[in-house]
């Protein structure tokens, strides 16, 4: 009788590089010692060309392993966003010629931001789908002609190779790994430790509806935000969001369009549009089941989907192909 193998725990090494950008770092970290506190098998190593390396503001990062010779199996090798005038040409053609070598001894290779610029420039992006920061893809393209770079999103998956705009958007695709590969409750478990509205999908514009109309600190706002962005699929009336904020509809409705630009159901649509695309394009789940999981009839979805978007729901899923297995 055969004895399958115990699973490995699951590792992460991260490329430590001169100038590199704070949150680009920070960011992605943070999402995962938060997940680490809830899987305590994985294990987070931090590698580089340098021992130690000079930060921003006068601070300096230590304790940075060597470059292995030859990577070992790992599942998520990551690459952060750092600042190119920092590294000299010596540490850049190293980096370039260990990335070439042991990159994709990484079950994913994973760039934040500028650190695609390398990816790129190691070849590792040709023939990929692949995204960086909006001011960066420019040279992007000059640096790898064969990549096929995508606009207007904020992280990429292609097969072995996940690319984010940066930023921020370091943090979703750090949390899309975690739930790809640790699962669901860890996911939201990361999340609701880092206070996350909702994770965003690696094909929504890098303004995301989710972030707007939040830029306020009305309290009871906030809370009736986050209890619509929790529950889309509830049947939400005027009254009983109002219920919600202790007010009534006429003030809810003047204190939310002064505070968030919108009235509150056309905010609590823009919610339920941006799930039904998220949904449409990670899963295979009917039209039917979409509109019902965000509180839309599919009549509804259909008629207000017209009024913000150039293609039907449809067409979009047959344009675009859906970043995960349906679960």
């Known amino acids: 009788m055969s004895v399958s193998a115990e699973p490995k725990p699951p590792r992460i090494s991260i490329l430590m590089l ?13 999402v995962f010692l938060s997940a680490a506190s809830h899987d305590k098998e994985l294990t987070l190593r931090f590698i580089g060309p340098h021992a130690s390396i000079d930060w921003f503001g006068g601070l ?6 060597p470059l ?12 952060p966003g750092h600042d190119r005038t920092y590294l000299d040409p010596a540490t850049r053609n190293a980096c370039l010629y260990w990335l070439k070598h042991n990159a994709w001894y990484a079950a994913t290779i994973m760039a934040v931001c500028s650190g ?22 420019e040279t992007l393209r000059a640096l790898a002609p064969k990549a096929l770079i995508q606009d ?18 370091g943090i979703d695709t750090a949390l899309y790994w975690v739930q790809r590969t640790l699962g669901a409750r860890i996911a939201m478990a990361v999340a609701r430790d880092m206070v996350l509205y909702l994770r965003r999908s690696g094909q929504e514009p890098q303004l995301s509806p989710w972030l707007e109309g939040r830029n306020h600190v009305h309290e009871r706002l906030h809370r009736l935000q986050d209890e619509l ?10 009254e009983a969001m109002s219920e919600n904020t202790c007010m009534s509809p006429r003030q809810l ?21 941006a799930q ?21 009839t599919p009549r509804q979805l259909r008629r207000q989907w017209q009024q913000h978007f150039e293609t039907s729901p449809s067409a979009l899923r047959t344009t675009l192909e859906p970043q995960v297995d349906p679960t």
Do not use: M, N
């Not at 790129?120 to 001011?135: S, V, W």
């Open 18 to 30: 001169p100038g590199q950008v704070p949150l680009d770092l920070a960011g992605p970290l943070q």
């Open 60 to 65: 300096s990062l230590s304790g940075i392993a």
């Open 68 to 79: 292995p010779e030859t990577l070992e199996e790992t599942d998520l090798l990551i690459v």
């Open 116 to 137: 695609a610029l390398l990816l790129g420039q190691a070849g590792l992006l040709d023939g990929h789908r692949c995204t960086t920061h909006h001011r960066l893809r």
């Open 152 to 169: 207007d999103c904020i992280f990429v998956e292609d097969r072995r190779v996940l690319t984010s705009a940066g930023i921020s958007t």
């Open 229 to 238: 962005c929790s529950t889309l699929a509830h049947p939400w009336t005027l």
């Open 253 to 273: 409705t003047r204190l939310f369009t002064q505070h968030t630009g919108f009235s509150p159901h056309s905010w609590l649509t823009r919610l339920r549009l």
């Open 276 to 296: 039904a695309r998220q949904l449409i394009l990670e899963t295979k789940r009917p039209i039917e089941r979409i509109a019902d999981d965000v509180g839309l």
